[in-house]
């Protein structure tokens, strides 16, 4: 059961993240919802944790909205030092960089609060595939159709990429674990692709369905505790 200091701490942190939303601070809003749900998550509290994620998917909404505006993809090549300065828009990074250079960029341009999207890129398959990567706490690939000019794709390629990359992150959940390890490995996997709307929307279902569980099994334990009492009395 959450504490009452840290329930309040949680809840003054979900206030803050919605005066933020609404007052269109998206990166603030972000900031403030993202620390709510980590938490959340630590102390198990999961009807909290479904109530941050939906201002959590808007202000990321909101942010990647800004970057769509760009009608085109960046290429990313080459050594990146500490002090890339990454733009507004639709960022690819491709070999020799890796997903964890993408990584550094997107926290780079979130710290900034540069309204940015970044994918990393693999080298194709010998079946002519593109294996599109994020890493974080889970690392999630995902391996999609090449765009039909391989030197300049084009946006709506780029954002079908995400697409299919959360996709792949969804389908890495194992349905046949309890909920609150699903809700786990989700949390982790949002951690490395946090701008996918269906994976929001998935950790809130199993939220739900994590918060259900639990509460099945403190009613169980009570009615076992409740039950050893009444024999106790009936021997006595």
Known sequence: MTSPAKAARIDDLMQKAQAALKSARWFESERLAQRALELSHQVGDFGRMSRIIMPLQES????????????????????IGEDHRVGPGLHMMQPPLVGADARRVRLTAMRREVPALVLCREPTTQLGKV?????????????????????KPTKTWFLQALEQLGDAAIEMIDTGMDAVRQVD?????????????????????????????????????????????????ARG
């Not at 990321?60 to 050594?79: C, F, L």
Request: hydrophobic letters at 45%; charged letters at 30%.
């Open 185 to 233: 490995v989700a949390v982790s996997l949002l951690d490395s692709l946090p701008d996918h709307e269906g994976l929001h929307t998935t950790l809130v279902q199993l939220c739900l369905k994590a918060e259900v569980e639990m509460r099945d099994i403190v009613d169980a334990d009570i009615a076992k505790k409740l039950a050893a009492k009444a024999r106790e009395k």
């Open 60 to 79: 990321r909404r909101q942010r990647m909205q800004m970057a769509m505006e760009s009608t085109q993809v960046k290429w990313i090549e080459g050594e």
């Open 131 to 151: 294996p599109i990567v994020a890493i974080g706490l889970m690392t999630i690939r995902a391996r999609i159709d090449a765009p039909e000019k391989p030197a």
